[in-house]
């Protein structure tokens, strides 16, 4: 029998501390895959900005989520991280989003708990609802997944806001409510991403996202610390949109893009991508099937 998507993420982090891009695209999806990475992301962040150019205020929709999630999951093979925000609403809310993101096949659905309207992680200005309103909400996701394997990620962003004091015990009435694993958002340094993992057991998500408020910290030095984890959210998109932006003023300043043709993804490597051999000999196969009739 065929593990299931959460089962899948459960085995792997069971076998050692992973990296954990995250996917703007199907194609970006397809390519993290090629390159050997064992899981992907789908951050709340970057859908709102890479697909609608809008600000992480959760201004996306649970049908813009999903179908995002449908795109990626369908492109490969590797168990998906989806970033849920807040769960667009309360319990009954929360339900209706666990039961649309399972059925789209996800590994792993990431709820937080900020309250509306929310805002970036690493940035000032958030506010947290209380702790049992956010356990009301796991005990909602629990009861609404129909696999138990799909796992559930109780994000507590109080570092921030109030002390990572408070951090660490919402993070243990989250488990306590049926969170699986943790993710502590903006830890400010290393000695606070130890103390966190000295207290809390459970799987861990340590968030290496760029320009925030946490240090950069290596695969290792995570995975000495004990996080499951090591995600890297938006990383692709930055990279990929400074390199658009470079490329812009090229073509402007040059008139022609002949300079930059070898910082491009050929078209064979983008046809080997999209396994476009295998279309034409299925589409071939379907014409003789007719000729042959």
Same mark, same amino acid.
């Given at each position: 029998m065929t593990s299931s998507p959460g089962r899948l993420l459960r085995d792997t982090i069971a076998e050692g501390t992973i990296q954990v891009p995250g996917a703007t695209s199907a194609l970006v999806a397809r390519l993290i895959e090629q390159a050997g990475y064992?899981?992907?992301y789908l951050s709340g962040a970057s859908l709102s900005s890479n697909v609608l150019a809008l600000p992480d205020v959760g201004l996306f929709t649970l049908t813009e989520l999903v179908q995002q999630a449908a795109y990626l999951t369908r492109s490969n093979n590797l168990p998906l991280i989806v970033d849920a925000d807040t769960g667009f609403? /309360?319990? =009954?809310?929360?339900e209706r989003t666990v039961i649309e993101l399972e059925a789209a096949g996800v590994a792993a659905i990431q709820l937080e708990d900020q309250q509306l309207p929310k805002r970036c992680g690493h940035l000032g200005g958030k506010s947290l609802v209380e702790p049992a309103?956010?356990?009301a909400k796991l005990r909602a996701a629990a009861t609404a997944r129909i696999n138990p394997d799909l796992v559930l990620i109780g994000r507590t962003d109080a570092r921030g806001v109030t002390s990572l004091d408070d951090a660490i015990d919402r993070a243990k009435q989250y488990l306590k409510a049926g969170a699986d694993w943790i993710?502590? /958002?903006?830890?400010?340094?290393?000695?606070?991403?130890e103390r966190f993992a000295s207290e809390i057991k459970a799987p861990l998500i340590a968030n290496m996202?760029?320009?925030?408020?946490?240090? =950069? =910290?290596?695969?290792?030095?995570l995975s000495d610390l004990g996080y499951a984890v090591v995600l890297y959210p938006v990383t692709l998109q930055r990279v990929a949109m400074k390199?658009?932006?470079?490329s812009l003023a090229v073509i402007a300043a040059e008139g022609t893009q002949e300079g930059i043709l070898d910082l491009m993804q050929t078209r064979e490597e983008l046809y080997d991508l999209l396994d476009y051999a295998v279309y034409e000999e299925r589409d071939k196969a379907n014409a003789q099937g007719e000729r042959g009739e």
């Open positions: 064992e899981a992907m609403g /309360e319990a =009954l809310n929360v309103a956010f356990c993710f502590p /958002e903006a830890l400010a340094s290393k000695e606070e991403f996202t760029e320009f925030g408020k946490s240090p =950069l =910290l290596t695969l290792d030095e390199a658009i932006e470079a």
